[in-house]
Structures are given as C-alpha cells and as structure tokens.
C-alpha cells in the first residue's frame, strides 16, 4: 500500500521558518522524483519544488528560489521542504508527491496535504 504523509505545517508568522516533512513507503522511493505542491482554495494546484531520485537535480518555481529548499533522505524514504522567510501569500495546502521522473508532468502517488498558514 503507497503512502505520502506530510507533516510539519501549521501556523507560522511572516518572516519564519517551517520543515515540512513526507514520509513514503509502499514503493521504491529511490526511484522516484519527489515534488512538493500547494494549493489554495478555489486555485489550481502549483508546483513548488522538484528533487531527482537521487538528489542530483532540484527545480524551484521563481516564487519561491532563494527561500525554499527540497531535499531528500533515501535512507528513511523522506523527502523535505525547507521553507524560510514565509510570506503570508505562501498560505496554501501543501502536497508532497512521487513521479517517475522530473519531466514527467502527472504524478503517480500523492499525499493528503498539510497546511501551512502564515500569518501575524
């Protein structure tokens, strides 16, 4: 059974840091490019960052360069999201995903979200 759990949002001021954590299983997480979503109501579904299943290769939307950093742990299956100087505009629904390769443009597993709220 594939699983994707996100963890480490919540609510944060502007200017702070938050972690977010995914943790897989169920399939061969070195295998797979990881990437990071977000989304807000009535928004579609944007990417933030992508990681290569190796770690070699990150990909950052222009949003977010110079703030966010994807990393992974192959070791514990866990992909991060390192997210600084968090504006409020970065409130959104945020989704880890798995894919079999970074220009591949569906993903094939998802998480269920966690929420990262910034605000003062």
């Known amino acids: 059974q594939v699983q994707l759990v996100e963890s480490g949002g919540g609510l944060v001021q502007p200017g702070g840091s938050l972690r977010l954590s995914c943790a897989a299983s169920g399939f061969a997480f070195s295998s797979y490019a990881m990437t990071w979503y977000r989304q807000v109501p009535g928004s579609e579904r944007e990417l933030v960052a992508a990681?290569?299943?190796?770690?070699?290769?990150?990909n950052y939307a222009d949003f977010v360069k110079g703030r966010f950093t994807i990393s992974r742990d192959n070791a514990k299956n866990t992909v991060y999201l390192q997210m600084n100087s968090l504006d409020p505009e970065d409130t959104a629904v945020y989704y880890c995903?798995?894919?079999?390769?970074?220009?591949?443009?569906?993903?094939?597993?998802w998480g269920q979200g966690t929420q990262v709220t910034v605000s003062s």
């Open positions: 995903s798995a894919k079999t390769g970074l220009s591949v443009t569906t993903p094939a597993y």
């Open positions: 990681i290569s299943n190796r770690g070699v290769t990150r």
